[in-house]
């Protein structure tokens, strides 16, 4: 074989194999390939950061102040019922609703206190009919559902007492005085003259438009 041949051939064979090489691409050893990972590994990690963890919970969102009576809930359920000597109780007579008496308890003390779900009221008079003392018990809604009214010091929680209602027989009592029953078993009474016929209380609520809109 001749020079030139042997040459030309020699050449041939070279350029077969750079085309064999470029077709494979880069090996795993190859800078390219390693160049790569990271790449891949940043755009996964900020999945994996941003869900909790056992070991990182949630940020869990403090409870409010002062909880309205249906989100009291076991939160609240160490706190010590509303003593008497805790409380101020006043009855206030409503233009609207007509026939309508506003209880008020505010807690007078330095420390928070459990005002419960409802205070029972009971009214003492002299019905004009039959000339004999009575005690006149509200009414009280059935169903009671929710939490206690959480009061703290300087708070105060609402009522609202329907006096006179007109589906009702009879000619009701004139009231001398009533008094406020807590879930703590306390009796708190209130001098107030008032007119009752077959009256009715709701439960504690956190304004008194609350109370007076049951």
Partial sequence: MSAPRTLTSLAALALGSAALVGCAGPSPASPGATASAPAAESAAAPTSVTQPTAKQPAAKHSPTAHPSPAKGGSSQAGVAYCRASQLTVTATPMARPENHLLITARNKSGKRCNLGIIGLVTFD?????NGKNEKVRAEAPGGLGGGPTILEPGWAGYEGVALDRQDVPGDGTQATALAVETEGGDVIKVP????????????WRDSPADALAD
Avoid at 125 to 129: A, E, Q, V
Avoid at 194 to 202: G, I, K, L, W
């Fill in 125 to 129: 008079g002299m019905n004009g009919k």
């Fill in 192 to 203: 107030f003259a008032v007119h009752v016929h077959s009256p009715a209380v709701t439960p």
